[in-house]
């Protein structure tokens, strides 16, 4: 769809609109970016609430359980695998794709985890992260005033993602308390102009692993209008109990519709090494490597290398990781019960919503989420910010718990100090 200017400012106004019915409109606290001189699409944007949580913990000194990364560190081989990389000449840009090798090791993991077939040459790509991958796809498939289903609440990233690539968003809820997927709500938000789903599972922040149920059921409107579903699976390995992580992918009729993405950020304890990859047929995959090819050319050469190491690290490394996870998990929620949250275990990834209605606080979420760095040294993120709809999360906060046993231990003397 080809749309004139004044359309497309039209179209950008309709966004807004959506956005200011949204806790999310826009709030520039420091300056505004568009007053300032920067583009349109800026003014339905707001800075990271998740990264400034991390720069209030920062400023109190709070211990940060807001931001999703691991206080440990990746894997040896994956350390060592990145010297030895830096010193052996990984140093110049590599192939757009990805190097050969960690394109290869990706195809291995894909075939033996999930049975599913990617030639790496063509329907693999390695980005700076999950996030470029996300990008890089939906602005190779979407037009203009395309719509896009985001399930809320949602990574943060996402919005912005549809945004920049001129889509429109368009929000559908998971229900608490086990924050489940209503099929008509869902078949309510596809139409003539759905391009794109996203899906995130296991989900962040509310922990559900998406059941084959739930996953048939948008395999079947991805089919019946037509739409490519983007999956974001970054925390494919961090799942507990019995639950079973199910690529999208794998779901009959929709392998040539799905773009597969994860990456290395969490599994490993690197997420500071910005390294995801995409995988998808054609032409998904061509559209998707035309963008990345002049988005960032490639992703980091050594650490690229060293990815692929972690891709031969024995399956034992998993089978601890979900029993490590496990104990952190139950240590939260044991935390969090004993400080008055009202929370239930996640099925999968490392963040729990926690409820703090019965805490002795007149405010709202954001307030919350300012107030507890501040008073009681620990930082966490506001619930309402995963959400595009007004009104939910008010009443929560998110906690990420993929921090170290002695770390947790401290976050409990403080919550469970007042
Ligand atoms: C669901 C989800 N997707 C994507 C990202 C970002 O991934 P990356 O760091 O690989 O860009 C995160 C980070 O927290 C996340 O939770």
């Known amino acids: 769809m080809k749309l004139s200017e004044e359309n497309k400012a039209r179209h950008d106004q309709q966004i ?3 956005l200011q019915k949204s806790d999310r409109s826009p709030v520039h606290e420091r300056f505004d970016p568009v007053e300032g001189g920067g583009a349109r699409r800026l003014q339905m944007i707001r800075e990271s609430f998740i990264r400034e949580m991390t720069r209030l913990a920062i400023t109190h000194n709070a211990i ?11 894997p040896r081989e994956a350390i060592e695998a990145a010297h030895q990389a830096l010193e052996t000449g990984a140093n110049q840009y590599t192939i757009t794709w990805g190097t050969p090798v960690l394109r290869g090791a990706i195809a291995a993991k894909m075939r033996n985890w999930y049975g599913l077939d990617y030639d790496p040459d063509q329907h693999i790509t390695v980005t700076c992260g999950v996030t470029e991958a996300i990008l890089a796809t939906l602005m190779g498939i979407l037009d203009t005033g395309d719509e896009a289903i985001i399930i809320e609440p949602y990574h943060e990233g996402y919005l912005p993602a549809i945004i920049f690539a001129g889509g429109t968003p368009r929000f559908v809820p998971l229900d608490p308390p086990d924050y489940t997927l209503d099929p008509d709500r869902l078949r309510g938000a596809f139409n003539s102009r759905t391009r794109a789903i996203l899906i995130n599972s296991p989900h962040n922040p509310t922990g559900h692993v998406f059941t084959r149920t739930e996953l048939e059921n948008i395999a079947q409107l991805c089919q019946e209008f037509n739409v490519v579903a983007i999956t974001d699976e970054i925390y494919e390995h961090i799942i507990y109990d019995n639950h079973r992580h199910i690529p999208l992918a794998s779901i009959p009729g929709m392998a040539d519709r799905t773009v597969t993405i994860s990456g290395f950020g969490k599994t490993f304890a690197m997420t500071g090494w910005r390294l995801g990859y995409a995988c998808a047929l054609n032409p998904l995959s061509t559209t998707l490597r035309t963008v990345h ?7 980091p050469a050594p650490l690229q290398a060293a990815c692929a190491a972690t891709l031969s690290i024995p399956d034992e490394y998993y089978s601890h990781l979900q029993a490590d996870y496990t104990r952190k998990r139950d240590k939260m929620i044991s935390i969090l019960n004993k400080a008055g949250f009202i929370v239930s275990p996640p099925e999968g990834a490392f963040y729990v919503m926690a409820d703090f209605s019965k805490w002795d606080f007149d405010g709202n979420d ?11 040294g620990v930082a966490v993120v506001p619930g309402s910010c995963f959400y595009g709809t007004k009104g939910m999360g008010k009443k929560t906060v998110r906690f990420a718990f993929a921090k170290r046993m002695e770390t947790l231990q401290a976050a409990e003397e403080r919550l469970c100090s007042q």
């Open 366 to 376: 954001y307030s919350f989420a300012r107030w507890l760095p501040a008073n009681l």
């Open 64 to 74: 940060n359980l807001s931001q999703g990364f691991p206080d440990f560190d990746p």
């Open 293 to 299: 090819d002049f988005m960032t050319i490639c992703a």
């Open 16 to 18: 807004v609109e959506i």
